[in-house]
């Protein structure tokens, strides 16, 4: 069975740009989490997805970021304009059921770098 | 509000050696979860315990182990006769039982085994 799994691995911009990521959940996971990690820092939650559904953005810095789910498969996070302080490593990660006893299962991270 | 601490940044112990990591977690909530993560060089977040609140049995899986003590709070992870696999990056995280899915990390500790 395929994990989860995240694309680019890396993207390196500038500040002003744009980027995309993608996160492609386990299939049949309804239930989708974007999380990022500032160098050093903890991991921070940035939003969950219920199939297409945001069930909660509280983890969301600013309006300069923007999630979708169309079709409640895969899952796009977009930055623009991005900024030196969104640079870190952006997890996502997918469960079946969404409580909090169950496990999270995450993708490799996409690194982005804001120069 | 919660919170996990993992007041070790880094570790390096030899090849063969114990090492203990230690995690310590503040919730409000009666009923909660505990897991740890691993993040090896490649970079995708491992899952390899969770434990519930109401369940303070210490658990072993090879040479893993884990000692959940509610009384200081802290959930520590030992791994025994350690092995140069076992260097990455490892992450404790917490969840509460009431509708809040997302998990809450602490910095992480990172290990490094030395050959």
């Known amino acids: 069975e395929a994990g989860v799994t995240q694309f680019p691995s890396h993207s390196v911009i500038e500040k002003g740009q744009t980027v995309t990521l993608r996160c492609d959940p386990i299939?049949?996971?309804?239930?989708l989490y974007w999380y990022r990690r500032v160098m050093g820092k903890e991991i921070k939650f940035l939003l969950h997805?219920?199939?297409?559904?945001?069930?909660?953005e509280s983890g969301m810095p600013n309006n300069r970021f923007l999630a979708e789910r169309t079709g409640g498969t895969y899952s796009t996070l977009k930055v623009q304009p991005a900024e030196l302080e969104d640079s870190g490593v952006y997890f996502c990660?997918?469960?079946?059921?969404?409580?909090?006893?169950?496990?999270?299962?995450f993708g490799p991270g996409t690194r982005l770098l804001v120069l | 509000a919660q919170k996990v601490t993992q007041a070790q940044t880094e570790i390096s112990v030899v090849e063969k050696e114990d090492v203990t990591l230690d995690c310590v977690y503040e919730?409000?909530?009666?009923?909660?979860?505990l897991f740890w993560y691993k993040q090896p060089p490649s970079g995708e977040l491992v899952f390899l315990i969770r434990r519930n609140s109401f369940d303070e049995q210490n658990e072993i899986s090879g040479r893993y182990s884990w000692n959940f003590q509610k009384s200081t709070s802290s959930f520590n992870f030992t791994i025994t006769a350690s092995q140069v696999v076992d260097s990455a990056v490892y992450f404790c995280?917490?969840?509460?039982?009431?509708?809040?899915?997302?998990?809450?990390f602490g910095t992480g500790t990172r290990l490094t085994i030395i050959p």
């Open positions: 919730t409000r909530d009666t009923t909660y979860y």
């Open positions: 995280a917490l969840t509460n039982n009431f509708g809040n899915e997302k998990l809450t």
């Open positions: 990660a997918s469960s079946q059921a969404g409580t909090p006893w169950e496990t999270q299962y």
């Open positions: 997805f219920v199939k297409e559904s945001k069930q909660d």
């Open positions: 299939s049949g996971h309804d239930n």
